[in-house]
Nanobody, 115 residues
Framework: QVQLVESGGGLVQPGGSLRLSCAAS????????MNWYRQAPGKERELVAS????????NYPDSVKGRFTISRDNAKNTVYLQMKSLKPEDTAVYYC????????WGQGTQVTVSS
């Protein structure tokens, strides 16, 4: 069955860094664009990073541009989100999303930025 399993979340101080990973299985990963979304309490889910199926194009909203980097390793069926210069407003549950013929979501991983 299709699985997207996120890992790497946790508690980090403002200004710190984290790298999230999302391991995919059950579908042809290389045929899918991948996204990272986040959702903070009381807020709508927000797209924070996108990457095309072969990694040739990435996109970010202004809120994270220059601080977040999405990448993928198609040999490992894994997508990553490197986050630096983290701010308290980055606190949210981060979700991995696969977009292609299907539309799949991970279960999310909590990121908390606090001193």
């Amino acid at each position: 069955q299709v699985q997207l399993v996120e890992s790497g979340g946790g508690l980090v101080q403002p200004g710190g860094s984290l790298r999230l990973s999302c391991a995919a299985s059950g579908f042809t990963f290389i045929n899918y664009a991948m996204n990272w979304y986040r959702q903070a309490p009381g807020k709508e889910r927000e797209l924070v990073a996108s990457i095309t199926s072969r990694g040739g194009w990435t996109n970010y909203p202004d809120s994270v541009k220059g601080r977040f980097t999405i990448s993928r390793d198609n040999a490992k069926n894994t997508v990553y989100l490197q986050m630096k210069s983290l701010k308290p407003e980055d606190t949210a549950v981060y979700y991995c999303h696969a977009r292609g013929v299907g539309n799949y979501w991970g279960q999310g991983t909590q990121v908390t930025v606090s001193s």
